[in-house]
């Protein structure tokens, strides 16, 4: 057994006298796909937050690929290959689409010792990463000029462009068309192939049961099931989490 | 264009600038010319922090006047040449930036705007109890009539300083402009958060933003002291210099390079053209007055009306 590439142990998060987290323990091995679902309001986006160092935790420690990563501001997190999208999509407004990827690009996989984009190659390359959401045609356009979906779309890109280790894509696929759906899941399973990690936050729980390996489920900010995704599913307790909605 | 082609047409509108100047042949021009080219230099500067980066600064007469009183103190004690001056009212200034940075960068939106009032409001305190200085009552220069080396008149000669000054500023700007570190900036101005999870180490950048902003300010203060030849805390300090070098840029438009300068250009010399008609008290009603006008009418500034709906920024 290798040490896991993710492993989050006691995790605790508040926000005033509100406990959005309470002792989160999770472990992601390399090459793993996981669903993270629960509730709405569970703490799945909370819990990507305290990872990816957007918000801090007030207890607990987060390891990536060997290393903790307390306080280490968001930006080197992502650096170390730890990438994820915005659930509520945050483009850089006066941007155009394409140089939405340029800035991952430039300050992630251009800040990494070892691989180096050159500059000549930076719009090819924003240019594909938007071919593989189904953007190409946008890469012209501001995120003004874009629908919510294509904002989500857009999102996905830009996580992917930064080359991570381990991706979490926090509801990405929500409003998307059966279709749409089934692209992002073979783009999805297709990275995981060439060896990216993958959690990936949904609601969709056909995309979620065909995509995942693993199940792990967040209720009022608990971990209550963690395992295969045909044995959660029965679980009595996440089927209450679930109907009792 | 690339850089240097850039640079050398920027030079060329200098010289051009420079000899149109000349042949008009009436120090005035030079005299008004200098604070239109001094404004040049303090809105480009305003804008590398509040157009790329987002982050509003009132503060800029504190940088202005750190230059200039920087001036001072050296002309008291062993006097050097003005470009000298200028290397290090730019270097006092920019270490001011960056420990304004360190202290203030943590607040978001008008908090820190007004932590870089409250700079000013302390480092103007400090200055009026400054004896060395000359305190409250303000100091004397005397400067003479033409400069050693080419027996310039010094009015042309400082003319001629603040223009290259400007040609530097705005060379840096537009450098900033089209690079990584361009980029980085203007995902900070968008989303931090987005920013962060993208790679871009924002304290940092906008460190090197405060710092190189204050910089420039200072750098434009430090010859003012021979300008004026008697500078006291509340011609430093004027109020003028922040609400100029924020109103410039927004009339101009933030998001390159040529708006500062526009705008600069446009409102110097409006200033100075009713300071001579009317009087100098109108001023900055008639800043205020334009402003409110361009924020209601033209949020992206003249270069964001002449594009259209091209891309510009969001305000
Ligand atoms: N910044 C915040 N400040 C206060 N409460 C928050 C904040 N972010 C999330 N919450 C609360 O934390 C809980 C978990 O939210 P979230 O992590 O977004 O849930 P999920 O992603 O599972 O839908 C919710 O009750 C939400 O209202
Ligand atoms: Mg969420």
């Known amino acids: 057994m290798t040490a896991p590439l993710l492993s989050v142990e006691n995790l605790g998060k508040r926000f005033g006298g ?15 796909r996981v669903g993270l679902i629960g509730p709405n309001g569970s703490g799945k986006s909370t819990l990507v937050n305290c990872m990816s160092g957007t918000l801090r935790n007030e207890t607990g420690i987060v390891r990536f690929d060997g290393r903790p990563m307390n306080g280490l501001p968001a930006h080197q997190r992502t650096r170390l290959g730890f990438a994820r999208s915005f659930q509520l999509p945050r483009p850089f407004n006066s941007l155009s689409v394409a140089e ?14 070892a691989a180096h984009v050159p500059a000549g190659d930076i719009v090819g390359r924003c240019n594909d990463l938007l071919a593989m959401v189904g953007l190409a045609e946008k890469s012209e356009k501001m995120p003004r000029d874009l629908t919510q979906i294509e904002m989500r779309k857009l999102e996905l ?17 929500a409003g998307l068309s059966h279709a749409e759906v089934d692209d992002i899941l073979a783009l999805l399973i297709r990275l995981n192939e060439q060896g990216v990690t993958i959690v990936m936050i949904e609601h969709i729980m056909r995309a979620v049961m065909q995509f995942s390996q693993r199940l792990v489920v967040l209720v009022a900010g608990r971990k209550i099931a963690d395992g295969l995704p045909a044995d959660v599913v029965r679980n009595p307790e996440v089927e209450r989490a679930y109907l009792g909605e | 264009m690339r850089a240097l082609p850039f640079l050398l047409v920027s ?14 042949g009436n120090s005035y021009v030079f005299f008004a010319g200098y604070v239109v080219l001094q404004y040049i230099v303090l809105a480009t500067a305003w804008n590398i922090l509040g157009g790329y980066t987002g982050y509003v600064n009132f503060g800029t007469a504190a940088f202005l006047a750190l230059g200039a009183y920087s001036s001072v103190v050296i002309h008291k004690t062993m006097p050097m040449p003005i470009p000298v001056l200028i290397v290090i009212g730019g270097l006092v200034s920019g270490i001011v930036g960056l420990g304004m940075g360190y202290l203030t960068l ?9 932590a870089t009032l409250a700079l000013s409001v302390v480092v103007q305190t400090l200055i009026i109890n400054w004896d060395f200085v000359g305190g409250s009552r303000g100091a004397y220069i005397v400067r003479p009539r033409t400069t050693e080396y080419f027996a310039m008149n010094y009015i042309e000669y ?14 840096t700007a537009r450098c900033i402009e089209r690079s990584r570190l361009g980029y980085g900036f203007a995902a900070i101005r968008d989303d931090e958060a987005a920013a962060e999870a993208s790679g871009v180490p924002t304290l940092k950048l906008k460190l090197l933003a405060t710092t190189l902003s204050g910089a420039f300010m200072g750098m434009a203060g430090a010859p003012l002291p021979y300008y004026v030849t008697y500078l006291d ?10 609400v100029n070098a924020i109103a410039m840029p927004l009339i101009g438009g933030t998001a390159s390079w040529l708006g500062p300068v526009i705008g600069a250009v446009l409102l110097g ?12 008290a109108l001023n900055l009603l008639i800043v205020g007055v334009i402003l409110v006008a361009f924020v209601i009418i033209a949020p992206n500034g003249l270069i964001g009306l002449v594009r259209g709906k091209g891309r510009g920024m969001k305000r």
């Open chain 2, 233 to 242: 805390p509340a011609s430093g300090f004027s109020l003028a210099y922040a």
């Open chain 2, 158 to 171: 400082l003319f001629l300083v603040m223009l290259v000054l400007s040609v530097i500023a705005v060379f």
């Open chain 2, 106 to 114: 943590r607040l978001r939106g008008s908090f820190f705007s007004i």
């Open chain 1, 157 to 173: 890109a830009r996580a992917m462009a930064s080359e991570p280790k381990l991706l979490i894509a926090d509801e990405a696929m």
């Open chain 2, 269 to 280: 010399t409006l200033q100075q053209v009713a300071t001579v008609t009317i009087s100098s």
């Open chain 1, 100 to 113: 939405n990827l340029r800035i991952p690009i430039e300050y992630t996989v251009n800040a990494r010792p």
């Open chain 1, 18 to 32: 509100f406990v959005a987290l309470e002792a989160i323990h999770l472990d992601i091995a390399k090459g793993e």
């Open chain 2, 11 to 24: 030079i060329l509108v200098a010289a051009a600038t420079f000899g149109a100047a000349t042949l008009v």
